[in-house]
């Protein structure tokens, strides 16, 4: 079954402003994920927060991890049109072998 | 340079048509991946290949076979191609040694079964 459960699916925001993503999941975690997806392309590795980490911050990417609430977010700050693009969390649950399981992604927009 | 390279990009192909995807990468990870993006892109795992030892086999058809000849190389081959077929298939990689499953991904094989 589907382990990450992005929220909200699509985001539309002013250049400047922050953008705020969420990710829910079923089970245990080793780490959580974030990962970027521009039209077209790859994913893109942002960020890996581990389960016994709270917090992260790179740049202007703030990750944070509730593991009793299974749940993680993602802060864009100061978001530029550049980063209009789809974010997805990937899990990587215990004793799965080291499979990442990804959710279905929040399409962000950034408008200039 | 590349990291992780897939080919071809682009594919059309009639149903019942056999094809391969090629992958490799040059990062020196330990294991590699097949995902599939439908067309709501949702990404799901389809293989997992770990020191070309096959370590995750998810519930695909019998109809795709991975082969990972060396440890840089997993390539996908496809028999009997359905409508369904059609998505984008991307190939990843990770060096699970060191502890981490931070994945490289490819630019994607975009699949169009006509």
């Known amino acids: 079954s589907q382990q990450g459960e992005e929220d909200p699916q699509a985001l539309s925001i002013q250049e400047g402003e922050n953008a705020t993503m969420n990710c829910s999941y079923k089970?245990?975690?080793?780490?959580l994920q974030w990962y970027r997806q521009n039209s077209g392309r790859g994913l893109v590795h942002l960020i890996l927060i581990r389960s016994n980490e709270r917090e992260k911050h790179s740049g202007r990417l703030r990750v944070t991890l509730d593991t009793s609430k299974k749940s993680s977010s993602l802060l864009i700050t100061a978001s530029r049109a550049a980063d209009t693009a789809s974010y997805f969390c990937a899990t990587d649950a215990r004793g799965s072998n080291y499979k990442l399981t990804f959710g279905k992604g929040t399409l962000l927009t950034v408008n200039p | 340079d590349t990291a992780v390279s897939q080919t071809p990009k682009y594919l059309v192909t009639q149903m019942g048509n056999d094809k391969s995807i090629k992958c490799e990468q040059n990062l020196g990870h330990d294991t590699m991946y097949w995902y599939k993006q439908d067309s709501k892109k949702f990404l799901k795992i389809m293989f997992s290949?770990?020191?070309?030892?096959?370590?995750i086999n998810e519930t695909v058809p019998n109809r795709f076979s991975p082969k990972s000849p060396d440890k840089a190389h997993l390539n996908l081959h496809i028999n009997s191609l359905e409508l369904g077929d059609s998505a984008v298939y991307f190939c990843?990689?990770?060096?699970?040694?060191?502890?981490?499953?931070?994945?490289?991904f490819g630019q994607g094989t975009r699949l169009t079964v006509v």
């Open positions: 089970t245990s975690i080793n780490n």
């Open positions: 990843a990689s990770s060096q699970v040694a060191t502890g981490t499953t931070e994945a490289f």
């Open positions: 290949y770990n020191n070309k030892e096959l370590i």
